[in-house]
């Protein structure tokens, strides 16, 4: 991937201490997912089903998934 970004939207499907995997809006059999590094302690991850907004910043060709950097989510609603 070049230097070029995009972004995505989508919904979060799963939840794990690592990060959390986003299904994209409008493309079948890609799976996002969101890797957490670092995260200030006030910020917990979002839920399941929460809608994601984030920016493509790479993917791993050997199983398909794409890497993005959250940029805002909203908890599903009730």
Request: hydrophobic share 40%; glycine share 10%.
């Amino acid at each position: 991937m070049g230097g070029d970004r995009c972004g995505s939207a989508g919904e979060v499907i799963g939840r794990q201490p690592f990060g959390v995997f986003i299904r994209v809006d409008g493309v079948r059999d890609v799976v996002e997912l969101a890797e957490i590094t670092a995260m200030p302690h006030e910020v917990d991850l979002p839920v399941l089903r929460a809608r994601i907004i984030c920016e493509v910043i790479g993917h791993a060709e050997h199983n398909h998934q794409v890497r993005v950097r959250l940029q805002e989510w909203e908890a599903p609603a009730e």
